[in-house]
């Protein structure tokens, strides 16, 4: 028998008005694993008066200690319940269980971290001037599918932390981890209406968070056109948002790189989770001179990758659903038909689930649309530089500015080459990092404002200047 979710408002499970409810498919199988509520409109609004209940008549937002014992238990519950949490994400979302049971921890990292930074912050200007941090109030964060349960930890925690209340939103196709948090956080002594998560349509329940006056801030990770939806409905009380949308981000390999270690990278940058990161290394730059021998080993180690189901651990896991699966498909035939050289890849996986062969075109021209327009799946463009000058033209050549990488022995030249590059996050010789404590976040139509370390909590905080006469 399948699971069945409801929605977790003012602390308790909740059936939705309508009594609909939608199916929760296993990617790796199609099979159905759970059913969740489908919140109505009318839903979302008990659950935004939850929070602002909580807000306006708890001592929540004045009792940093309550705070920070609500947060470090629920670290310590996410803990002793790795494996079950692990194997949740993985039926619902399709990644390897190995990478499921890594990011169980580092949620509750994250949610350790910020029980650290729940005092109230001040800055003392001169003797006239102080500078407060006050809670935002009522906040909402929108979730896509790609690392629910993470994606969840980077809303709330900083929220929470802030003294905000909180009302989540996961997606549709994997919201079973996030509604998990609801009875996690009640056992933790969260006070009801606090913490609540809705499920249902974005076009319902996350329009609704997005417009109602009674919210203050919303936060969204997912799609570039769904985040510049939700600024518009934003608009209309002119609420914070905090967006983080989409990439094409260019991955740099200069001639003195490591080969080795730069292939490997290259290989983790694009088809880690199945390309379904929006920080997803999607554009690899080759210097003419290192090209070939480069793409030999490239199309070596990807061919050996192993593919299956997440639950038995392979390198790569199915897509999300037979939309992106679909999607996927239709960006390969774009590349050939734009006269890109498919060299791997390029098909369905003839079996169970929604899988797609790790893809690699090479001979990409910058204006092709497998250079130019998010894809979120295993594919990855290989475009060719004559020199430093033209690879940076190439890496900030789109419409987006997440992330990119440089790979080179010279690390202060690298820095210098990262200095270049028009994105939120750089790495060098390395690839996908997010430390709890740094800045993530987009330039361009990959975003607004940051997430992680002191800059997520102060997006989730009012500022008031005290001035003494």
């Known amino acids: 028998m399948t699971a069945q979710y409801k929605l977790w408002i003012d602390g308790e499970w909740t059936e939705s008005e309508s009594g609909e409810t939608f199916q929760v498919i296993n990617p790796a199988t199609e099979q159905i694993i759970a059913t969740a509520a489908d919140a109505e409109r009318t839903d979302t609004e008990k659950a935004i008066d939850s929070a602002r209940d909580a807000f306006d008549n708890t001592d929540w937002s004045q009792n940093p200690q309550k705070r920070k014992n609500v947060l470090q238990k629920v670290a310590e519950l996410l803990r002793k319940d790795t494996d079950r949490l692990a194997h949740l994400e993985t039926l619902d979302n399709g990644m390897p269980i190995s990478w499921a049971k890594r990011f169980i921890p580092d949620v509750a990292d994250f949610f350790e971290y910020y029980a650290g930074l729940t005092s109230p912050l001040e800055e003392r200007l001169d003797s006239h001037s102080t500078v407060y941090y006050e809670p935002v109030g009522v906040a909402a964060g929108i979730i896509p599918w790609n690392l629910p349960l993470k994606m969840a930890s980077w809303k709330i925690a900083p929220a929470l932390a802030a003294g905000d209340t909180f009302i989540l939103k996961p997606s549709s196709q994997t919201p079973l981890t996030a509604l998990e948090l609801g009875e996690l956080f009640d056992r933790a002594g969260c006070p009801k209406g606090v913490l609540?998560?809705?499920?249902?349509?974005?076009?319902?329940?996350?329009?609704?968070?997005?417009?109602?006056?009674?919210?203050?801030?919303?936060?969204?990770?997912?799609?570039?056109?769904t985040g510049k939806e939700i600024m518009k409905l934003a608009s209309n009380n002119l609420k914070k948002i905090t967006l983080e949308c989409g990439g094409k981000s260019a991955n740099i390999i200069l001639e003195d790189a490591d080969k080795a270690k730069a292939v490997n990278g290259a290989v983790f940058a694009i088809f880690f989770n199945a390309g379904q990161v929006c920080t997803a290394g999607s554009r690899l730059l080759l210097p003419e001179g290192i090209h070939d021998e480069f793409m030999e080993h490239l199309i070596a180690e990807t061919r050996r990758l192993k593919i299956g189901d997440g639950l038995d651990d392979p390198d790569m896991g199915p897509v999300i659903s037979s939309e992106q699966m679909e999607k996927d498909l239709r960006y390969i035939r774009y590349g050939i038909e734009d006269g890109a050289e498919l060299v791997t890849g390029g098909n369905r996986i003839e079996r169970d689930g929604f899988f797609v062969e790790p893809t690699i075109f090479d001979h990409v021209e910058p204006d092709m649309r497998i250079a130019q327009e998010e894809i979120f799946g295993p594919v990855l463009s290989v475009l060719t530089y004559h020199d430093e000058e033209e690879a940076i033209e190439i890496a900030n050549g789109t419409r987006y500015g997440l992330a990119g990488a440089v790979w080179s022995e010279d690390i202060s030249h690298a820095k210098v080459i990262a200095g270049c590059i028009r994105a939120g996050t750089v790495w060098i010789n390395t690839y996908h990092g997010a430390p709890k404590h740094a800045p993530f976040g987009g330039y361009r139509e990959s975003g607004i404002g940051r997430e992680l370390g002191m800059h997520g909590l102060r997006s989730y905080l009012e500022v008031k200047h005290l001035m003494v006469g």
């Open 196 to 225: 609540n998560v809705i499920t249902g349509k974005g076009s319902v329940a996350g329009a609704e968070l997005a417009r109602n006056a009674k919210v203050d801030k919303v936060a969204f990770t997912g799609g570039t056109e």
